[in-house]
């Protein structure tokens, strides 16, 4: 005998985690490269990248006290932060080295530096952080997920501020020096260019922020316009929307459903056919047939169907396949199956690291039972003629053929039979006796005893059917019963103690929350018959339900960085002026969405809100400055331009470390890179679109509201 392996799911689990881990030492690399361009020098390289480690060191003391895992979500939180962690590090290190140049001693331009720009750093770090604390109390399907991820990002960039403040400027009060580079070598010249080139784009940067501050409307306009070409895109329907990614882990389940009346023999037969069809194509790697349909898992009722099939089928490496994807070889084996053997429904679904049953399920319920299935049986038609609906069948469907036996009692009384009597017979020449057992060698086998040259198939024999009465004289079924065949009722289903019935259908080819908004459009169109009631399950219930609860995450956010702001700055008026930077970043982040052809899913959602904390940082650093300009005595006007190109550096470097750092995420291709693909996009996208504008559109809005308060001013001194 040979025991192998059927199914084995950790494979791919431990794929995923390799993948991460990879994406994160990746990561590291790129920031370190971006860090030695703009930094200059290997030494304050050094101390911003000693930053990564120190910062995520506490992350796996809080996992281990709190018993979480290095699993998919704490890696990729990891992995997704590393430009964070250097944020405090490098705005600290870039004002020391300002200082330096200076020609300051080293412990004194250390302490000026840092104390210099500490609001902004704390206020970067705090932003960062209170945008992930209310998902810290959601309790919805994937909270679990999300704490996890949350924890990981918030414990990290807090102990990152603590760097910053502490191990940053002790390490430069140490080995930092002022920088004098010469074109001695070929890395010196090439330093030294990006330096000159970084001078002039800083430059031209000024002069266009004094034209957009003099074309106050004209900057205004193409901010609006931008947000309807982003609306209008929207409206093309290219993103997609789902809980979350199925993901190609090149493994599918087919179930094979036979006619009613199907034996469990021939379906057997006809199985091994359709199993030795499928392992003789070069994808597949392994075929795992269930015999008789799942009398366990999900999707199941527990109790397995003699006309039921399923196979679970795992096709090779995706460098074997040449990157095919899986559901583009399930819809031409299933195309291949249909003509070689007809008269079979073939239903397919793509497994993923979540086990999952169909995405779409719709429960209708009502008073009036036949009114309850038209209804479902209308929907089921209109859903089957929906794009990528698979699959699609009702929880109550026609049942297995059977013959019903009614007796007519006088006529069994005038024969000397009772009711009891002429069950028990039926039941022996049905179903067998098993009473007797036999014994031998100390083993006990149990014995059915069957009726010979009977079959309960053949209507002539159950007519036919003699049963022996008191008497000893023999009587059949014809004398004393009618025998009808009808169909037994496959299940009787109730939701609020009303008839129901359940509609499922998989997604194949589109994402479940497309097909299910292709739903709901048409019942917009076509509302239910009165005294219908429809209710959601499954995947789309719960991605209703997630959506909503991160929409509400994303606005608690937004006022928490608002108080937060309000607090650090000690006025209502500038963190409003920096809070404008934040919905200029949806223009990147949808466009970025609809570029990688990612769905809107509940990973691109957190990353919305992940945005919403990182974009912030770039108006934070202006208007803080800005602040301290004017507190010197000079116009804001003036002020601002000043601010701008001052802070240019730091805020080319925290944006592109952070977006060179989400890169090898967003460009990933291993194991469940479906998942993390779109919350990388969508931060990437936002942070090039929130760079872009922010520079121009914060210090414009700050010109604004300044403006309005000199003129208030004016006029309370005229009075």
Not at 245 to 271: C, H, P, V, W, Y
Not at 510 to 515: A, F, N
Request: net charge neutral; aromatic share 8%; glycine share 6%.
């Amino acid at each position: 005998m040979k025991f192998i392996i059927a199914d084995d799911s950790t494979d791919n689990t431990i794929a995923a985690v390799d993948s991460v881990v990879f994406d994160l030492i990746l990561a590291v690399l790129l920031v370190s490269l971006v860090m030695l361009l703009f930094l200059r020098s290997f030494r304050n390289s050094l101390i911003v990248i000693v930053a990564i480690p120190t910062s995520l060191v506490t992350a796996f003391a809080v996992m281990w006290l709190l018993g979480y895992t290095l699993n998919l979500m704490t890696l990729l939180a990891m992995s997704l932060i590393i430009g964070i962690l250097v944020d405090d590090a490098v705005v600290v290190l870039e004002n020391i080295q300002k200082h330096l140049d200076k020609g300051k001693d080293k412990r004194v331009a250390a302490m000026d530096g840092r104390t210099e720009i500490g609001y902004a750093a704390i206020s970067i770090t705090l932003v960062d952080v209170v945008v992930f604390l209310p998902i810290l109390f959601l309790q919805v399907f994937v909270a679990d997920m999300l704490k996890q991820f949350s924890v990981v990002v918030v414990t990290s960039t807090l102990t990152s501020l603590l760097v910053g403040f502490t191990l940053t400027p002790w390490l430069a009060s140490r080995i930092g020096k002022k920088e004098d580079l010469q074109p001695t070598n070929i890395f010196n010249r090439f330093l030294l260019g990006f330096e000159h080139q970084l001078e002039t784009f800083t430059n031209w940067y000024g002069r266009q922020l004094e034209w957009v501050l003099s074309h106050k409307l004209i900057f205004t306009g193409v901010v609006l316009l931008l947000f309807v070409i982003t609306l209008g895109i929207m409206k093309q329907g290219i993103i997609g929307k789902e809980l979350i990614s199925t993901g190609d882990q090149g493994k599918f389940k087919m179930a094979l459903e036979f006619d009613k009346s199907t034996s469990i023999q021939r379906n057997n037969n006809i199985a091994q056919k359709i199993e030795t069809y499928i392992i003789q194509q070069p994808e597949v790697a392994t075929v795992f047939s269930n015999i008789g349909g799942p009398s366990t898992g999900i999707g199941s009722l527990g109790v397995g169907s003699a006309n039921k099939t399923e196979l679970t089928i795992q096709l090779k490496s995706k460098k074997d396949l040449k990157n095919v994807p899986t559901e583009t070889f399930m819809k031409k084996l299933r195309d291949d199956l249909k003509s070689k053997f007809p008269s079979i429904n073939y239903s397919m679904a793509a497994l993923g690291l979540i086990p999952r049953s169909a995405p779409i399920e719709i429960t209708l319920s009502g008073s009036n039972l036949n009114l309850v299935m038209k209804t479902g049986e209308e929907l089921k038609t209109i859903v089957e003629k929906i794009p990528g609906a698979d699959n699609v069948r009702l929880s109550v469907e026609a049942g297995s053929p059977e013959y019903k036996i009614i007796p007519d009692k006088d006529k069994m009384q005038r024969l000397g039979l009772t009711t009891a009597y002429v069950g028990t017979n039926l039941r022996t020449a049905f179903t067998g006796n098993d009473d007797a057992t036999l014994t031998e060698n100390g083993i006990e086998y149990p014995v059915r005893i069957w009726l010979d040259k009977f079959s309960r198939q053949n209507f002539d024999d159950v007519h036919q059917l003699s049963i022996i009465n008191p008497m000893g004289l023999p009587v059949e079924v014809s004398q004393f019963a009618n025998v009808e065949q009808d169909n037994s009722p496959s299940l009787l289903e109730r939701k609020d103690r009303q008839p129901a019935v359940t509609l499922t259908s998989d997604a194949l080819g589109r994402p479940s929350g497309t097909v299910a908004d292709d739903v709901v459009a048409y019942l917009k169109d076509n509302p239910l018959p009165c005294g219908i009631q429809m209710t959601w399950g499954s995947d789309i219930k719960r991605q209703n339900d997630s959506f909503g609860a991160l929409g509400s995450v994303l606005l608690i956010s937004f006022l928490l960085i608002y108080l937060i702001m309000v607090a650090l700055y000690d006025s209502f008026v500038y963190p409003f002026v920096v809070l404008f930077s934040i919905p200029v970043a949806a223009i990147g982040a949808f466009l970025a969405l609809n570029l990688s052809l990612s769905n809107l899913s509940l990973f691109a959602l957190l990353g919305l809100i992940m945005l919403m904390g990182l974009v912030v940082k770039n108006a934070i650093l202006i208007v803080d400055f800005t602040n301290q300009l004017k507190a010197e005595g000079k116009h804001f006007k003036e002020a601002l331009i000043i601010a701008g190109k001052g802070r240019m550096r730091p805020i080319l470097m925290t944006t592109i470390s952070m977006v060179v750092g989400m890169l090898p995420i967003a460009m990933a291709t291993g194991t469940a890179a479906e998942w993390k693909n779109g919350l990388a996009w969508v931060i990437i996208g936002g942070l090039l679109s929130s760079l872009i504008l922010t520079v121009f559109l914060v210090p414009m809005v700050y010109f604004l509201v300044d403006t309005a308060k000199e003129k208030i001013n004016r006029k309370k001194q005229f009075k």
